[in-house]
């Protein structure tokens, strides 16, 4: 049961966030707002992440709301 048990907490540990790219932001302005409100970011830490291409993990229950909010904003993302 130990083994269960670890194995159980290994699954959830994978799966308790996500990986964000932001690979192109045609409505920047929109989707530095929608980033800001779902994340709580400020305006220059938004702006950074979607101009700078870099990858940011996120909280899993984030992601459904998040790629909603991208995709409204017609921005093309990659996530791992």
């Known amino acids: 049961t130990v083994a269960y ?3 159980i907490e290994m699954i959830l540990e994978e799966h ?5 790219k932001i690979l192109n932001a045609p409505e920047k302005i929109n989707t530095i707002k929608a980033i800001r409100e779902i994340t709580g970011m400020g305006l220059s830490e938004a702006k950074t992440f979607i101009e700078s ?3 940011i993990e996120f909280a899993i229950n984030l992601k459904d709301r998040m790629l909603h909010k ?7 993302y990659e996530v791992t």
Do not use: I, P, Q, R
């Open 16 to 20: 308790s966030s996500f990986y964000l």
């Open 70 to 76: 991208l995709n409204e904003t017609k921005t093309m």
């Open 5 to 7: 048990a670890e194995c």
């Open 53 to 55: 291409g870099s990858v």
